[in-house]
């Protein structure tokens, strides 16, 4: 399974996550999360990093041209969509996207399939809450394009192996304290997951 650790805001996690084989890191572009990271801060991280890193920069509530802008000027190279958008938004940004489904519902992940989409646990704050999805939901149900999120810790990534999960994502799992994380947290949650 792919890695993405999230909610990164400084280049001493950034370097860890990657060096313990981390395949992508989040960069949240909120300004009400507690992870929040201004752009010109992020493109210092980003700067830091060594080649073949997915950097994702993360969204709500923002328009396609400020999304564009915001990966050029950092140097993101993909940008995850946390709000409810029309699907024609997706092709009016011009750079590459991910879109998020907040899942209340099974049915609600039975959609969008033929395209690698992040499937998080629905909460009213966005994102980062530690909220665990109905794991029965994706039985039976072919997950190579879905990269799991919500509530993911080094306690319970292994036992996604049997879905074939094309990725998994974590933020709260990892942390020492909100925008911070425990090293040792993020190396373990790499080494599960990647068994
Ligand atoms: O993390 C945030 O604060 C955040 C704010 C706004 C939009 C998205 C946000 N995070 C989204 C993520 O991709 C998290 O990694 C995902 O929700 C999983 O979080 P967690 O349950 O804490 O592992």
Redesign the pocket.
Known sequence: MRV?I??ITNIEDALLAINAGADAL?F?F?PE???YIAPENAKAVIAALPPFVEKVA?F?NETPDVIRSVCLSTGCTLA?I?FDVQDDFFSDVHFPTLR?IRAQKKEDILTYTDEYR?I??YCE???????RLNIEWFEGIDCSKIIL????DPENVASLKPYGFYGV?????VEASYGKKDHKLVETFIQKAKV
């Open positions: 993405k999230c909610g989040g949240v909120y999360s507690p992870r993360l709500v995850q946390h998020v992040l998080d646990a704050a966005y994102g980062g809450s530690g909220k999120a919500g509530g993911l994502d974590v933020s709260s799992g």
